[in-house]
């Protein structure tokens, strides 16, 4: 577990604190559609289900979507657990991955459905939940990874 370590850290709260956050939402909430506005007709939370992907994407795939978040979850892990040393962009990237798509896997799992409540309303965004963000997190440092071990121009070696 030491190998991977910010994998395992990032993985493990972030999951964490997504079931936390859905929990709440669960035990504050008496129905799907009621809202409280923090900064009215700007930042609600909302509670509602999503039986789809990110963005209502799939909607009703959560059959086979529960399945490819769990793929994806083990596949992390024995990456992390049995692969190489990443590097550290590369942990992060992908225990925010982890974090999220398993998350939001445990959801399709327990209820067949994902716990949404954040609800940014001045630009019409659709509701989202804290597993989604850690999913975008984790593709923001993957690119980083991704682009920081590219060569550029300058470096490669003319023939």
Same mark, same amino acid.
């Given at each position: 577990?030491?190998?991977?370590?910010?994998?395992?850290?990032?993985? /493990?709260?972030?999951?964490?604190?997504?079931?936390?956050?859905?929990?709440?939402?669960?035990?504050?909430?008496?129905?799907?559609?009621?809202?409280?506005? %923090?900064?009215?007709?700007?930042?609600?939370?909302?509670?509602?289900?999503?039986?789809?992907?990110?963005?209502?994407?799939?909607?009703?795939?959560?059959?086979?979507?529960?399945? /490819?978040?769990? %793929?994806?979850?083990?596949?992390?892990?024995? /990456?992390?657990?049995?692969?190489?040393?990443?590097?550290?962009?590369?942990?992060?990237?992908?225990?925010?991955?982890?974090?999220?798509?398993?998350?939001?896997?445990?959801?399709?799992?327990?209820?067949?459905?994902?716990?949404?409540? /954040?609800?940014?309303?001045?630009?019409?965004?659709?509701?989202?939940?804290?597993?989604?963000?850690?999913?975008?997190?984790?593709?923001?440092?993957?690119?980083?990874?991704?682009?920081?071990?590219?060569?550029?121009?300058?470096?490669?070696?003319?023939?």
């Amino acid at each position: 577990m030491t190998k991977n370590r910010f994998f395992w850290i990032v993985a /493990l709260v972030g999951l964490f604190l997504d079931q936390l956050t859905k929990q709440i939402v669960l035990d504050s909430f008496q129905e799907i559609g009621e809202t409280v506005p %923090l900064w009215e007709g700007v930042f609600h939370l909302t509670y509602v289900t999503n039986t789809g992907a990110a963005f209502s994407l799939f909607t009703n795939g959560v059959h086979w979507l529960r399945w /490819l978040s769990f %793929l994806v979850s083990i596949g992390l892990m024995a /990456l992390a657990w049995f692969g190489p040393r990443l590097k550290i962009s590369e942990q992060l990237a992908c225990g925010f991955i982890f974090a999220g798509a398993a998350g939001n896997g445990i959801c399709r799992f327990v209820y067949g459905h994902v716990i949404d409540f /954040l609800d940014f309303r001045l630009i019409n965004f659709p509701v989202f939940n804290l597993a989604d963000i850690l999913i975008n997190i984790g593709i923001i440092f993957l690119l980083i990874a991704t682009f920081r071990d590219t060569p550029n121009r300058n470096n490669r070696r003319e023939s």
